[in-house]
């Protein structure tokens, strides 16, 4: 297998390959046969269920409930708004007939022509439509109200060109799709699911992300305000991380969903939508790992700690095994999960490697040395470092080890971000500034001309206009006209 | 709202209306805009979690590890293996185009033309073509063996009669494909996950089932052996709740998966499949709900206690929630879930009737008196019995509630199937015995011709041949020839 290649190209090589590689190479993911298409293999699934749990666990502190509604939207459903048909009904997966037969002219199947769909259904882009609908016979009095709904799901959107967990036809996401009485209580749950995203890029994958609304250009399509959080990868290239939309009464106007108010008088409901996809399995991968392999933050990574023994014969393997024992049940009384690596087939110096590829925070090894003077290896993922340490609450040290690395790997992340972004005053100097990458603080006069233009000139694109930060108001680098604020451009991937 | 009339038809008038009713009225699930697909409302989904919960647990200690393949598999896949496309690619769902564009003659979104793909697309109804194309990418060696993956997905069957649970067109479900060296290895994989489900049906679901084998009518289509678990419903009708398949090399040999044995020889790859789905759902309600509403095993349910204050005015309400607050903190830290309804918006008569509804396993009310007398009236679901206790140590008093429920509603179902299962030994018998309901054990001489003629007289199929029990030869009750043991017949879901 590919497996004994295990050299990475240098991020400084080429680093859309040095992903690509990372991402094979670890054992995360892979094309399928369908264009466009990932396999989520077994390691990278898991990462993928440890961001689930964390998120799912914070959308039910926030009060919130999963349900599930169908694969398919009938293609008159996504002609009811109109912003969002044109955002969404153009590339996507078309079912036309419900059936297969035998080939009359030999080997195979082929469609059914007698089975054509009365109406075509769409596999999902995403699904305020279905779901508005559904809700029209949810509610009839503001009593129903608010409805706090998430779905776990797949989705898909026929993209031309894929880049795995980036940007794939078929991707796995959640998405909340809330209704409310007011107006206010829809924007309030808008921010606080944003609140929520930033909280777990944050806190869990140790991924510094910038908070901000969306210019009318990028908004989502069908919302009033797109909230996003913005993170930055190492090449100084902006990913859109997690995105929440005030949707105003647009849906609920698009599927007619009224209710009475207290006052007693009927009005139409008011939305929210949010989600986060397996997308950000990229961008954890992109904003801590190195030419060595993956860097795991330790709270979502599959195993946080790797044990290795060292040994030249089985009863020395036995004798090692036995100590492990008693460091492992001390691992797991503290809830830190772990792997002992036993294999014979393999040697110390290979599984080394291979657990560095795999970014796992912490390698403990163990040989007949130590056994006698009672001290274990410890070696850091983040930093690449070891030290030989007592064995004796080696649990212990394990657990502070765990919370410095995940505290580093952010504040790592957090400096980078912090040296690359910079305010930049006028259009030459935004023209070269661009080139070296990095968030951009500029001018903007508010116009989608202005942002197009840019765009179309630089690659860049306005990430956000920050939720927080300086307010001061100035004037657009391009034009000249009056800004309420600096924004962020970046390119973006 | 519909809520108000919570009345259900009851069983004994119309078992599948009774069965309808509940599932609306009980807010589990509904029918959606899309033909054949439900939507599973919160307190549905929230019973699925607590299954996928328990169920990935069951996998995870038995070696299982999740991964996640394309929602789509390419028409030609499905011709691979013979009896597979002759099971599974008739009735599907085939995406033919990627795109749709404005209509050109007026209003809405048609399918463009254009974008028509080379090669149809079908909506898994199944996922071992396109996972067995993915495996022969990952096996290489022995060493590469054995392969463990689940995965949690959704999947479409175009059924033409469909019900809520029962049988939709989407539907959620896992399904484990494993690959292994040996033949030996891959059957024991088989019971293996066999046992797992039917240990999670007795043990969580308080569901009793038979394990047994399919005939080979019941096959899968691709098997070589089909194992199931299959349970009793109150009418007396079985439902097939999970199959376990060894596949043998038949989809290593259609999609080339071969590796090189302990022996330097190259060998095709041996294989199994297993699943269980959205399904148990409709098997929890039937096997033990009643015409108030649902029973949910203390195991699953979503909140497993619910607590109603009573009283006359604000400053009792007062007295009761803070007593309530010793108590819920006291449930909490025993592991038990609860919900407490100090709604004050519906009467202590109306949260009675709603929760008897949904089946919340015990109910328990406080009133100002019971602060007074230090007692606490618990209600449980099962039996609708209730009784005063005093307050103190409420928490162990419904921990042990708790369990006696769970075994008490796996004792009533297996006594039920128990009574409803008997021996028949002429054909005569069975036409009559047929239409009671119930398991029927007879003699068959193991021909399809025979089973076929049986079902097509009766509408009784073999739903298991059983792996325990009574194996006593014996001859078939309808052609008298010689029968290796009795089998169980039943009408069915």
């Not at 080394?352 to 290896?377: C, H, M, Q, W």
Request: with cysteine; charged share 25%; aromatic share 10%.
């Amino acid at each position: 297998m590919a497996k004994e290649l295990k050299e990475l190209t240098p991020r400084g090589e080429n680093y859309a390959q040095w992903y690509n590689d990372l991402v094979l190479k670890a054992d995360l993911a892979e094309n399928s046969a369908v264009r466009g298409c990932m396999v989520i293999k077994p390691y990278g699934y898991a990462i993928w269920e440890k961001m689930q749990r964390e998120l799912d666990n914070l959308f039910k502190e926030t009060g919130h409930v999963n349900a599930y509604f169908p694969l398919f939207i009938p293609k008159s459903f996504l002609s009811k708004e109109a912003d969002h048909v044109e955002g969404f009904a153009k590339e996507c997966a078309v079912v036309t007939h419900y059936r297969l037969k035998n080939d009359p002219e030999g080997k195979g199947v082929v469609v059914d022509p007698e089975a054509r769909l009365e109406e075509e259904l769409i596999v999902r882009p995403t699904s305020e439509t279905i779901i508005w609908n559904t809700y029209k016979g949810w509610i009839q009095s503001y009593r129903d109200l608010p409805i706090l709904c998430n779905q776990w799901a797949n989705v898909v959107r026929w993209e031309m060109r894929t880049r795995l967990f980036l940007r794939t036809a078929e991707f796995l996401w959640q998405e909340g799709h809330t209704a409310h009485a007011t107006e206010a209580e829809a924007v309030r749950e808008a921010e606080t699911m944003l609140n929520v995203y930033a909280d777990f890029a944050e806190r869990f994958m140790a991924m510094p992300v910038l908070k901000g609304l969306k210019s009318p250009n990028e908004r989502f399509a069908g919302a009033l305000e797109t909230y996003c959080i913005e993170a930055l990868m190492q090449d100084g290239k902006a990913l859109q991380a997690g995105t929440s939309h005030f949707l105003g009464q647009n849906f609920a106007k698009a599927f007619d969903v009224t209710f009475i108010n207290k006052d007693n008088k009927q009005e139409y409901v008011w939305a929210s939508s949010w989600g986060v996809s397996t997308r950000l399995i990229g961008g954890l991968i992109m904003t801590h790992s190195d030419d060595n392999g993956l860097v795991l933050p330790p709270k979502l990574a599959p195993y946080q700690v790797v044990i290795v023994p060292i040994y030249k014969n089985q009863e020395q393997l036995q004798q090692i095994s036995e100590k492990v024992a008693g460091i492992t049940a001390a691992l797991k009384a503290r809830g830190i999960s772990f792997k002992y690596d036993d294999n014979d087939n393999k040697k110390p110096g290979w599984k080394f490697s291979e657990y560095e590829l795999k970014g796992v925070p912490v390698r403990l090894a163990l040989g007949a040395r130590d056994l006698e003077n009672g001290t274990i290896e410890v070696a850091r993922r983040d930093t690449l470092t070891k030290e030989s340490v007592p064995v004796e609450h080696i649990d212990s040290y394990v657990a502070r080890l765990l919370d410095d690395i995940q505290a580093n790997i952010y504040k790592k992340a957090f400096d980078y971000r912090t040296s690359v972004t910079r305010e930049v005053n006028s259009y030459e100097e935004f023209k070269e500034e661009i080139e070296k990458g990095g968030f951009l603080l500029c001018h903007w006069d508010g116009t989608p001309e202005t942002e197009e233009r840019i765009k179309n000139e630089t690659k860049a694109t306005i990430r956000c206009i920050p939720l927080e930060g300086d307010k001061t108001p100035g004037f657009c680098m391009l034009t000249g006209k009056p800004s309420a604020q600096r924004v962020v451009f970046a390119r973006s991937y």
